[in-house]
């Protein structure tokens, strides 16, 4: 009988570091009371230059809900003073479904019956190429967590034919080593997306019933790792809406923090991804995040970190990601097939999706939705300019 194990140990081959990042961040997750703000915690925390983690926590609390418009203005000024007008245009390019582990929240559940698929190199590079033929220079790849079918090998021959067609590499895998970053980094990796879903251990352990993402403090190390690892940049996120997605926001804000304090030279950037249905689950999950309160939560974090890159996915509508990359986002997703193989028409349909996006709009409508904001899209990397 395989073994089920406690989300707080380690699974075989797991590396363990030294480092009390963890520890702050649960123990600043558990002491914060979003219902403890008031309007004047809220107003005084717009006053100030450079926030606390109280004014941070003010900020996400429900009492900031009426003072959306001037955290708005706040935001968009932190935007305009670190980013400009510039939104970066990115693709992700799924190349495989395989999944082990028993997610109850998303498609790729290692029991939901979907059909599976991996790309080979052959077919990754004719996806890659047909990306790269729309003007497209930034990809995040992606897989199911699954080790087994696809190893960090195979990830890294998928990073070396990116390297060939686009200037920016991101990778949004499994949690990985060390030692394993480090080598993706010399394939040409860039970027390492790691979404905790959320970092309540009750909840996390109710949520992840199998398979290596059960760890949960394997999983909250991972963006540390990379960095050790020698990446340019890590993104953090949590799937709002699985459980107090304010505290977990407070907690990816925090994380994100220290990290940026300890690695300095690090990129850092925020995802803010909501439930989205799946095929053979149609609902979504009982605590809903409602627009007005995921603007909030960006508008917090962009006035908390305001040098931080803040992505807006497909899982929102065409209209709330406009408004989005003029107030607090800073790159955008275009193009997108969150199936296995969809950007080559060869390969339609051959996997089936994590997940239903909301925008499905053509680069070419989200480049216009970007000019009409009077911003300018970007797609070329200022620091990998001489890759291509």
């Known amino acids: 009988m395989r073994k089920i194990y406690n989300p707080m140990e380690y699974q075989p081959g797991m590396e363990q570091i030294d480092s009390d990042i963890i520890d702050k961040v649960i123990h600043a997750r558990d002491q914060y009371q979003p219902c403890i703000y008031t309007a004047e915690h809220v107003q005084a925390a717009l006053h100030k230059e450079h926030l606390s983690v109280s004014d941070f926590g003010a900020l996400l609390s429900p009492a900031a809900e009426p003072f959306l418009e001037q955290m708005a203005k706040r935001a968009k000024t932190e935007r305009e003073n670190h980013f400009g007008n510039n939104v970066l245009i990115f693709t ?46 930034e990809i995040l790849i992606l897989t199911g967590e699954s080790r087994r079918i696809s190893g960090p090998e195979y990830i890294g021959e998928a990073v070396k034919i990116a390297k060939k067609y686009f200037s920016t590499i991101g990778l949004e895998v499994y949690p990985m080593n060390t030692d394993e970053y480090d080598t993706l980094r010399q394939c040409g990796a860039d970027f390492v997306t790691v979404f905790q879903e959320t970092y309540d251990l009750q909840c996390y352990e109710k949520m992840h019933l199998d398979g290596a993402k059960r760890c949960f403090p394997y999983r909250v190390c991972s963006q540390e790792r990379a960095l050790m690892g020698g990446m340019r940049g890590v993104g953090f996120g949590v799937l709002l809406g699985l459980s107090d997605f304010r505290k977990d926001m407070f907690a990816a804000g925090i994380h994100a923090a220290l990290l940026q304090n300890k690695y300095p030279n690090g990129e850092i950037a925020l995802s803010f991804p909501r439930l989205r249905p799946y095929k053979n689950h149609e609902e979504t999950n009982a605590n809903n995040v409602h627009e007005t309160q995921l603007l909030q939560m960006m508008l917090a974090c962009r006035i908390f970190l305001p040098f931080a890159s803040f992505t807006i996915s497909t899982r929102e509508r065409a209209g709330f990601r406009d408004n989005a990359i003029a107030l607090a986002a800073t790159k955008i997703s275009a193009g997108v097939d969150v199936g296995i193989g969809g950007h080559n028409a060869e390969q339609k349909s051959k996997g089936d999706a994590q997940f239903e996006i909301s925008d499905s709009r053509s680069l070419a409508e989200i480049h216009n939705a970007i000019l009409s904001k009077g911003l300018q899209p970007v797609y070329t990397d200022y620091i990998n300019t001489n890759i291509l």
Not at 105 to 126: D, M, P, S, V
């Open 92 to 137: 992700p390019l799924y190349i495989s479904n395989y999944c082990e582990n028993q997610c109850v929240y998303c498609g790729f559940n290692c029991k939901n019956t979907i059909t599976r698929c991996k790309l080979n190199a052959e077919e990754i590079e004719k996806e890659m190429q047909a990306i790269s033929k729309t003007g497209m220079r």
